[in-house]
């Protein structure tokens, strides 16, 4: 399985990447209005860091504007992946950019029937919203095992990134359920380090070692 990091700081970029989990990275127009800079300079900042996938979101929502983008964004770095809305201009868009070889991550998945036509138009990648189904009350996980399910029947080469990750355990349920990817905020990298009962335990060590450190 996979580790995205969903982020576009790039000191958390670096950091994780220095620590060997960050095979890719997924950015969305929020998390680059949060560090104030512009996408382009981002992007080709990011690109420098991490050797995988990159999604890259577009703004247009019209199906030649998104081409547009689309285009422009791959011709960026060959590690980009555009990132599509699941609306008809952006199946329009995805089935032209997959023949034209340019990978999109469809984004903003929340039915399983999304994610089949996305993978029937050629999606490189789905992103179903786990955490934003949680929030109203629905099942995010269950989505996720929905798609493995039918992805797994007809041998779709869509990978499935697990995204809106809100706690470790949805990554856990990713991994067991069979997902290639979670997409994970910076975080909930850091809850998936850490157990109370290892920082319990290392402290236990060090001063049980303290009593005996000097014997000869
Ligand atoms: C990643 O591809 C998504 O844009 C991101 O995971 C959305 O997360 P959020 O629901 O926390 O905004």
Same mark, same amino acid.
Request: glycine share 0%.
């Given at each position: 399985?996979?580790?995205? *990091?969903d982020t576009a700081n790039l000191e958390d970029i670096k &950091?994780?990447?220095a620590l060997g989990v960050v095979d890719g990275v997924t950015t969305n127009p929020s998390l680059i209005a949060k560090e104030g800079v512009s996408l382009e300079k981002r992007i080709k900042e990011i690109v420098e860091v991490v050797n995988g996938p990159i999604s890259t979101e577009v *703004?247009?929502?019209d199906a030649e504007g998104m081409l547009e983008e689309a285009r &422009?964004?791959?011709s960026w770095? &060959?590690?980009i992946v555009v990132k599509i809305p699941m609306t008809v201009e952006g199946m329009k868009a995805l089935k032209v950019l997959s023949k034209e070889g340019i990978k999109v991550n469809v984004t903003l998945i929340f039915s399983a029937g999304q994610a089949l036509i996305a993978a029937k138009n050629g999606a490189a990648y789905v992103s179903p919203f786990v955490g934003r189904l949680d929030d109203i009350s629905e099942d995010g996980m269950a989505l996720v095992h929905e798609i493995?399910? *039918?992805y797994g029947n007809y041998d779709f080469d869509t990978k499935i990134i697990v995204a809106s990750v809100r706690h470790p355990r949805h990554v856990v349920e990713a991994a067991m359920m069979g997902a290639d990817i979670a997409t994970i905020p910076s975080d909930i990298m850091d809850k998936l380090f850490k157990h109370p009962l290892?920082? &319990?335990g290392v402290a236990a060590f060090l001063a049980d070692w303290e009593k005996v450190k000097n014997l000869q």
């Open positions: 399985m996979d580790f995205y *990091i &950091k994780y990447n *703004i247009a929502t &422009k964004y791959a770095h &060959k590690n493995t399910t *039918i290892t920082d &319990k």
